[in-house]
Nanobody, 127 residues
Framework: QVQLVESGGGLVQAGGSLRLSCEASGRTFSSRVMGWFRQAPGKEREFVSSISRSGGTTYYVDSVKGRFTISRDNAKNTVSLEMNSLKPEDTAVYYC????????????????????WGQGTQVTVSS
């Protein structure tokens, strides 16, 4: 069982920055692809970004490319999402997710790929 705890959400003005962090329990963190998803009010949850086990491969949804950066620290069991140039349309609850152990990073844009989910952290961007 893996528990994921997100932190770092909050209220920020458009153009501002936030850094989300997700800490995972257990000893299998380095064997799992990690991802971030978000869900805006009235919308379905969508993929934001994912990172391979080594951190060498990353994926982003087109709407955040160039603004968001995902990273991981396997020694600390953490994955982070640096969010810059935030826009009101980035407002959502952001979820951290852990993929099944040793699965390749392909398909990591899909919800079914992930085995564990955090409770989410709210990000609100005001205009």
């Amino acid at each position: 069982q893996v528990q994921l705890v997100e932190s770092g959400g909050g209220l920020v003005q458009a153009g501002g920055s936030l850094r989300l962090s997700c800490e995972a329990s257990g000893r299998t963190f380095s064997s799992r692809v990690m991802g971030w998803f978000r869900q805006a009010p009235g919308k379905e949850r969508e993929f934001v970004s994912s990172i391979s086990r080594s951190g060498g491969t990353t994926y982003y949804v087109d709407s955040v490319k160039g603004r968001f950066t995902i990273s991981r620290d396997n020694a600390k069991n953490t994955v982070s999402l640096e969010m810059n140039s935030l826009k009101p349309e980035d407002t959502a609850v952001y979820y951290c997710a852990a993929g099944r152990t040793f699965r390749p990073v392909g398909s990591s844009t899909m919800e079914y790929y992930y085995e564990y989910w955090g409770q989410g952290t709210q990000v609100t961007v005001s205009s």
